[in-house]
């Protein structure tokens, strides 16, 4: 595989505007007679809205409008769209832009302003008054299941958003007679994505064409362009979607939020193009959290280790509303508990809820850090119990590379797999035998800093994806790959990708793909994405999917390119096509040297229609539209070392190290990048980030100075491995990256921890495993007087 | 009641006449459309924003642009020199320092100013001199990298997936 081209840690195309200032966010962009749009909010997490006056804002110099939840109401076409709707008898509220009887969250939409001084937004804002009359908040999924629970959307009648369950084996069986169980309960704490740019829109509405062109910071530009219309009720066809530059978005920005109706409503009535940039406090606030389960996990086992069963009870917390892949998520993270491991018995039940908080989606893993968490760490409260080295427990119960096809209890169909030797290698980069040795002997003596070792095993489920199998797992949108491979007579290639980069470097990457196949080099191709007028059909780049379904159909249009211009080739040499190559450019008969035709004169012959074969068509472009046969599942070791100082709570990092196999790679530079971005917000989970709503739904964590993102000197460099087991079900072999650091780390660092912390007798602490936590928890297990008093 | 200021904005005195609660960011964003400053977060927390004043790094979100009258700020639009770009910029790509790129110019500025002020530091060092400086997507990992080559030391590469280097862009 490894080319000039494919498997070269290339430097970035991308980098050269990024580095100077000279990309363009949507901030960036200002158009002639630009409006500023501001959303007035709810202050209350349950409330019914007894009196909205909105005419003391409009009299404002600088308001140019003023509009409230019913007059959007009035003009919304279509709620909010949920793709994924499982089960099938999921209830679900229709999800309005705006409140207009009752608000359901702490930041709902009530209102919005147009100013034309962005300085004056907060000062309009200000005028609209806006009268509640507070309702009984409910802030988790087992009070909002609960007998006589207020009901958040009444026309439900419920709550309870849906119940679930996956069995195989007989689970009874093996823990009524399974010599030994462990059981722990396990809270995945609710997360803030945070990608440094928040998201914005900026949308322009020519009147007499009635066409809406809108740059959006998004993931999804072509989702976005399908619901925007439908909620506008325009022609698919007059609306233009673009992504621009966009700062990150970690599935956050892949979802059809409120604003997303509300800012292209206010540039159709408005009459002018308007902007609206999201605060950081608003994005905290108001843009999709993740996570939110508890689970209740059980394992049995034999003395040796075998594992016999599992069994896992999921509450999930969808918040007020389901968004747009929310409802999949709580059923990924039981379909894939099984993890790596061969489990003859096992059972979820799940019960989702609805609740007074912000509503949840996809947050890089999603589902999969969710379902990684639970099996990770009861696997080394398991080793615990047995006394067993936690490497020696996962390698005994591992999927063997000889089970292959393998299918998982939950009926999921691995692609490929080969966990032994991954583990081999990672214990073997980390010298885990004496490191093992030499921090029991530091831990002996009971010092005040000890040392731990963390390891967790994953397989993910990525590369969305195959539309026969999602749309049996009730997803509504396409995940289909598309490219479109095109070369100019100047012979530069472009390619166009129904992707959406926002920082995963497809303007190198698909670069590379296609110059592999093309025989040129990847400086001659440039990637063109995020542009719904330019780029037919395209799923966006989330849930690890764009190099498995989008890069492999950059793949296929450029080997069609290349087989017609050999096929022009071989006319004006007089040769067969399959006796051509095309080397550094050059289209030659193989093993003769002299009889050839550059790359650029034959794309120039393809433009100008001149020497043509009889019968074929003029032009070089190409599109292919790629439905992968299955998922891919990547799969991983990461460890940890840490120092916990149990006079303060405080854990140190003292290595980290990933070994990830991702399939084949196209550029490890970027495939080492994105672990290490992954490894971050893992850790940052286990260590320090939490979304903390109160008992009243009021949201405590809305700055980032009470959301703790990590710092650079809160982490360490990290060490990165591979081994390469290719996917079948792809033509490059590639499984996907963008995911992998952050389902692995936060079972790895946690379970660091406790290993240090074995021996005191502390058994778990649920994330984030903060110093004021794991100080309590030492005390508790310890008394106060051995740990010389209370504070 | 506006003021008028001048300023001596990347070596190019400008005179402005703004109001007084117009923050320096937005000065420089929308007044003088130098858009590489970024703004991230409302609370001087994540350092998008950050530019050179006088040669010093601060956050431009946290000043009134009236402050800067009669000082020198440099943005990341200021770093490249005759359409060359610095060691620091070059060394944020070679070692792929930047994923999404938005924080990347006050990332950039920050490490200018800390290799001023220390051209040879720690890896300690750079992380503890980064801490004003928000990366959601890099894990600061190859930022360190990026600030231990741009000093010109030798570095001491972690175990990596791949044994070669970036291959330059001709």
Sequence with gaps: ?791 | MKHIIRVNVNGAAQESTVDPRLLLVHYLRETLGLTGTHVGCDTSQCGACTVLLDGQAVKSCTLFAVQADGHRVTTIEGLAQDGQVSRMQEAFSAQHGLQCGYCTPGMIVSATYLLSQNPHPSETEIRHGLEGNICRCTGYHNIVKAVQAATGDAVEAPASRTATGPVAVS
């Design chain 1, 1 to 791: 595989m490894a080319s000039a081209n494919v498997g070269a840690s290339v430097q970035r195309h991308e980098d050269p505007k990024l580095i100077t200032g000279a990309g363009t966010y949507v901030d960036d962009i200002k158009l002639p007679g630009m409006l500023y749009v501001g959303i007035v909010r709810s202050p209350h997490a349950h409330a019914r809205i007894t009196r909205i006056d909105v005419e003391a804002a409009r009299r404002h110099p600088r308001a140019k409008a003023v509009i409230t939840g019913q007059e959007v109401r009035a003009r919304q076409k279509a709620p909010l769209p949920i793709s994924w709707r499982i089960p099938p008898d999921i209830q679900t509220p229709d999800h309005w832009a705006m409140a207009t009887e009752k608000v359901h969250y702490v930041g709902e939409p009530v209102a919005a302003v147009l100013v034309d001084d962005r300085y004056a937004i907060e000062d309009v804002m200000d005028l609209v008054e806006v009268d509640y009359e507070p309702l009984p908040a409910v802030t988790g999924p087992e009070q909002a299941l609960a007998a006589g629970a207020p009901l958040i959307h009444e026309e439900l009648g419920t709550n309870k958003a849906y119940t679930f369950s996956a069995a195989n084996g007989d689970t009874d069986a093996a823990f009524s007679t399974a010599p030994v169980v462990v059981k722990q309960r396990l809270i995945n704490q609710r997360l803030a994505p945070v990608s440094l740019e928040t998201r914005g829109i900026v949308a322009q509405y020519n009147y007499p064409m009635s066409e809406l062109t809108m740059w959006s910071s998004t993931q999804t530009p072509h989702i976005t362009r399908t619901h925007v219309a439908e909620m506008l009720g325009l022609p698919e066809n007059k609306v233009r979607v673009i992504a621009p530059d966009v700062g990150g978005g970690f599935g956050s920005k892949l979802n059809i939020l409120p604003e997303d109706f509300i800012v292209p409503l206010l540039a159709v009535i408005g009459g002018h193009p308007v902007k609206w940039i999201e605060g950081r406090s608003e994005n905290l606030m108001n843009t999709v959290h993740g996570r939110d389960m508890v689970d209740a996990v059980e394992i049995a086992a034999d003395q040796d280790g075998t594992i016999r069963g599992v069994r896992a009870t999921i509450y999930a917390d969808l918040g007020a509303y389901c968004r747009f892949f929310a409802a999949g998520l709580p059923v990924l993270a039981g379909l894939m508990l099984p993890g790596n491991y061969k489990i003859p018995a096992f059972k979820v039940d799940i019960h989702v809820a609805y609740t007074n908080k912000l509503f949840v989606d996809a947050y890089r893993g999603a589902g999969r850090p969710e379902a990684t968490y639970a099996i990770e760490r009861i696997m080394d409260l398991l080793a615990d119990e047995l006394k067993m080295d936690p490497a020696e427990l996962r390698r005994k119960n591992f999927v063997q590379a000889a089970d292959w096809p393998y299918t998982s209890p939950t009926g999921l169909a691995y692609d490929s797999g080969n966990y032994g030797p991954l583990l081999d290698k990672m214990l073997t980069m980390t010298g885990y035998a004496d490191l093992r040795r030499q921090y029991d002997a530091h831990n002996a003596p009971n010092p005040a800093v000890r040392k731990g070792i963390g390891l967790a095993a994953y397989v993910e489920i990525a590369g969305w994806g195959p539309g026969q199998a999602t749309k049996g797992f009730g997803v509504a949108n396409q995940l289909f790959g598309s490219a479109t491979v095109r070369v100019n007579r100047s012979g530069t290639v472009e390619v166009l990708s129904g992707a959406s980069g926002h920082g995963q470097g497809h303007a190198t990457s698909w670069a590379q793909i296609a110059a592999d196949q093309l025989g040129i080099s990847h400086t001659q191709v440039s990637v063109i994405e995020g542009d719904t007028a330019m780029i037919q059909t395209g799923t966006g780049t989330f849930a690890s999917r764009s190099v498995s379904v989008d890069g492999a159909g950059v793949h296929i249009a450029a080997k069609r390119i290349h087989d017609k211009m050999l096929q022009i080739a071989a006319h004006q040499l007089e040769a067969a096509a399959e006796d051509l190559e095309i080397v550094d450019g050059q289209i030659t008969v193989k093993g003769v040297p002299g009889r050839a035709v550059s790359f650029q004169q034959v794309a120039y012959s393809a433009n100008v229609a001149h020497d043509l074969p009889p019968g074929l068509e003029p032009g070089l472009e190409e599109t292919a539209f790629f439905d992968p046969a299955n998922f891919t599942y990547p799969f991983g070791v990461h460890l940890a070392t840490v120092d916990v100082d149990t006079e303060t709570g405080e854990t140190r990092i003292t290595r980290y190290l990933a070994v990830d196999d991702c399939g084949n790679v196209i550029n490890p530079m970027i495939v080492d990048g994105q672990v290490h971005g992954g490894v971050a917000q893992g850790v940052a989970q286990a260590l320090w980030e939490e979304v903390v709503y109160d008992e009243h739904g009021q949201l405590i964590s809305g700055t980032l100075m009470d959301y703790g993102v990590p710092l650079s000197s809160d982490l360490p460099m990290i060490e990165t491995g591979s081994t390469v087991t290719p996917s079948p079900v792809n033509p490059l072999g590639v499984k996907g990256v963008g995911e992998a650091g952050t389902i692995a780390a936060t079972p790895v660092i946690v379970n660091a921890v406790m290993d240090a912390l074995s021996g005191l007798g502390v058994r778990h602490i649920d994330m984030p495993l903060r110093p004021e936590k794991v100080w309590r928890a030492i005390r508790d297990q310890s008394g106060p007087t051995a740990q010389g008093g209370t504070p």
